[in-house]
């Protein structure tokens, strides 16, 4: 029960194969309890039975374009807990246009809407559930891909993307680190996921990954979630700013 008490919310549950998915069942095992939006009505169909089955304190929309919608979270928050602990992003977007080709391909407005959706809402959230994590030693997690540093075919504007949070992660736990928030992000390794599916190309990506990785196999969203509970735990109650990968070791391997 690493979590007995905490307050956690999470943005970017899609359905039952999402990362976010898997680690709110894991922190609801764990003690946690739940806050859980959705991105629309199309997504509220599949979410709120999700979160509803996890005893969710609260399900609620929330459009990260929006920085009211992101506001209005917390306010409905505020008013059934008495602070945040635990914020999870995970959240990106691209056109799926620009994930084809190279990065040459890539449009103005698809791009601001790349590191809007992907960067920005991560910032934005945190701006909202700064006052409701003040002097709580709380946590704040991102997700990340190893295309933030290196090459991958086709992931293009979403690598530039994913370089842009990981600063992000850098420049958030220094400027909350001094109230005990720790900021921290998981470079997880190629996961069959809705996200996924729009990379062209990512079954390569995946059997690739696969046969060189180390471990030779791929990463699972249950992977992924028990490197969060770390990271979101006292067990981590020192390390903040990092990118921390559970991707079968790929990353180390340079041929």
Not at 44 to 52: G, I, N, T, Y
Not at 77 to 94: E, N, S, Y
Not at 220 to 238: F, I, R
């Amino acid at each position: 029960m690493l979590l007995k008490g905490k307050k956690v919310v999470i943005f970017g549950v899609a359905n039952d194969k999402s990362i976010a998915w898997a680690i709110a069942k894991l922190f609801y095992e764990h003690g946690a309890e739940l806050a859980v939006t959705y991105a629309g009505e199309a997504f509220e169909k599949r979410v709120r039975p999700l979160a509803e089955s996890l005893n969710a304190a609260k399900v609620l929309p929330c459009n990260v374009t929006s920085d009211e919608e992101i506001t209005s979270v917390f306010e409905e928050l505020g008013k059934i807990w008495d602070g945040v602990d635990i914020v999870i992003h995970a959240v990106a977007f691209a056109n799926k246009e620009e994930l084809k080709g190279s990065i040459l391909n890539t449009t103005r407005d698809g791009f601001a809407t790349a590191m809007d959706i992907s960067v920005y809402s991560f910032l934005g959230i945190m701006k909202a559930a700064h006052p409701m994590m003040t002097g709580r030693n709380g946590s704040a997690l991102t997700l990340s891909y190893y295309g933030a540093i290196k090459v991958f075919p086709s992931y293009n504007v979403m690598g530039v993307a994913k370089a842009a949070l990981e600063a992000s992660v850098r420049y958030l736990s220094e400027a909350l680190g001094q109230e005990g928030t720790r900021v921290n992000a998981i470079s997880a390794g190629p996961i069959r996921t809705l996200a996924a599916a729009g990379v062209n190309g990512f079954h390569n990506i995946l059997n690739h990954v696969e046969s060189k990785s180390p471990l030779r196999r791929t990463i699972t969203q249950e992977d992924v979630a028990n490197a969060a509970l770390y990271l979101c735990s006292d067990m981590a109650s020192g390390v903040s700013g990092e990118i921390h990968y559970v991707d079968g070791g790929y990353n180390i391997i340079g041929l």
